[in-house]
């Protein structure tokens, strides 16, 4: 419900109420007072970004005359979810009946692929995308094109015009691909050198790139050597890649580099573990490999889902954490079986709960934000309510299904009401999706 005030509104000021979550630091480390809540608060947005966030009661007095308010009491708002890897383009194949990873590719991800030549499909799979990012409460994501540059391009203009947080690259594939996904060593760099001076910190856009190998397998020596290239000729720009996903690509790994010393020695030797590079699953490492990505701050995204229904492994939250690793939480669409990130995180308590370790909700609403957004290099910009971020922001439903209604009636404490919404909640407790203030997605409209 809006309740506007019949002053005129300052420009760009507004105000939501609301139950309101952030983290101004990790639960791991500072427990419940890493978190800040407010039952009855109030978030003021101003050009787009968080103003200040407080208790409703006291902030009401001074708010500035005309101040729109739009009223979510029974609600709670949160930082916008933060999906650290994904590929928009398996969109079409996700829930795809049992494979593990190589077979998935070739029986499936190939085949799907194939079809973003043609750029009315790769711009229709976008836009869907998208828009099933919003309507799950992902406001930041770090993303997969396929090897067509057309591909890249769609995924940006989705994102372009509704104003999203999004890392994304096309992805480069000389070898062990099949006819129409292989680029070569020279022809990727150059797509993707174009791509970064089209898209990279586009003026008036929150896009970067993401220079983009499959895996290694799928890469041969001179192109990963140009990607690293392409790192050192635009800094700022992102490297992101899979690593350690299934015991067999490791196999195969040693196979087609047998100089190496380990798996992520691969990348490591061609300048591509560094800041900024974001390698999903990183399951079958040894101690050494996670120092290593901690030395030279690379980080990990951690996907549940898809390591679940594809029998990768399970991923070793801990020993990341004691390390220093920082790690997100990711979908992987397709391979993963949800846009959803409240689905991804209850997947993520049962496959750490597999592994003897533990996961609390606010440990879990820390990784899907704030971890996420220092997962990214984002957390300057996004993942919490500090003044000046961008008003990146989910409307979560606590009545969205009558179990979780009747469920919380009986829930105490904030963490217990959390660890709910967690493990019942989905796309449906999303009630809206706010882009810098404005609402880019409502369950209450068409």
Request: net charge negative; with cysteine; hydrophobic share 40%.
């Amino acid at each position: 419900m809006t309740i506007p005030n019949q002053n005129t509104p300052p420009i760009g000021v507004r105000a939501f109420r609301a139950s309101i979550l952030h983290f101004t630091g990790d639960p791991h480390e500072l427990g419940e007072s890493a978190a800040e809540y407010f039952y009855d608060g109030l978030l003021l947005v101003e050009g787009g970004r968080v103003q200040r966030i407080g208790d409703a009661t006291a902030m009401l007095a001074t708010l500035p005359p005309g101040t729109e308010i739009t009223d979510y009491r029974g609600h709670l708002i949160v930082p916008g979810f933060v999906d650290t890897h994904l590929h928009f383009a398996q969109t079409d194949i996700i829930a795809s009946h049992g494979e593990q990873v190589l077979q998935w590719l070739e029986r499936y991800t190939f085949p799907a692929e194939k079809r973003f030549a043609d750029p009315a499909h790769a711009a229709e799979v976008a836009e869907f995308s998208v828009n099933e990012m919003l309507r799950n409460g992902t406001t930041a994501s770090m993303v997969f094109a396929t090897v067509h540059k057309g591909s890249a391009d769609a995924i940006f203009r989705a994102a372009e015009a509704r104003g999203l947080c999004m890392i994304a690259g096309k992805v480069l594939m000389d070898r062990n691909s099949p006819e129409g996904l292989c680029d070569t060593a020279e022809s990727g760099y150059e797509d993707s050198k174009q791509l970064i001076n089209d898209w990279h910190d586009k003026p008036g856009t929150r896009l970067r790139y993401a220079v983009t190998p499959r895996f290694a397998p799928t890469s041969t020596e001179r192109q990963l050597e140009l990607a690293g290239k392409l790192l050192d000729e635009h800094p700022g720009v992102y490297l992101q890649s899979h690593l350690a996903e299934n015991k067999h690509e490791c196999r195969w790994v040693r196979e087609l580099f047998p100089w190496s010393k380990s798996y992520l020695d691969v990348y490591d030797r061609f300048g591509l573990l560094r800041p900024r590079s974001v390698y999903a699953h990183c399951i079958h490492l040894e101690s050494a490999d996670r120092k290593l990505m901690a030395r030279k701050g690379a980080a990990m995204s951690f996907c549940p889902t898809s390591n679940l229904f594809l029998g990768s492994g399970l991923f070793d939250a801990d020993e990341a954490r004691k390390l220093g690793v920082k790690v997100g939480v990711g979908t992987d669409v397709g391979g993963g079986t949800s846009f959803s990130i409240l689905r991804t995180l209850h997947e993520a308590y049962k496959a750490l709960h597999l592994n003897g370790q533990a996961m609390d909700a606010l440990q879990g609403f820390h990784l899907a934000t704030l971890g996420g957004a220092k997962a990214l290099d984002l957390d300057r910009e996004v993942g919490n309510f500090e003044a000046g971020k961008f008003a990146d922001f989910v409307v979560l439903d606590m009545a969205a299904t009558p179990l979780v209604e009747r469920r919380l009636a009986s829930a105490g404490s904030l963490r217990e009401r959390l660890f709910v919404a967690m493990m019942l909640g989905d796309e449906h407790m999303v009630a809206a999706t706010y882009i810098q203030g404005k609402c880019q997605f409502s369950r209450s409209k068409p």
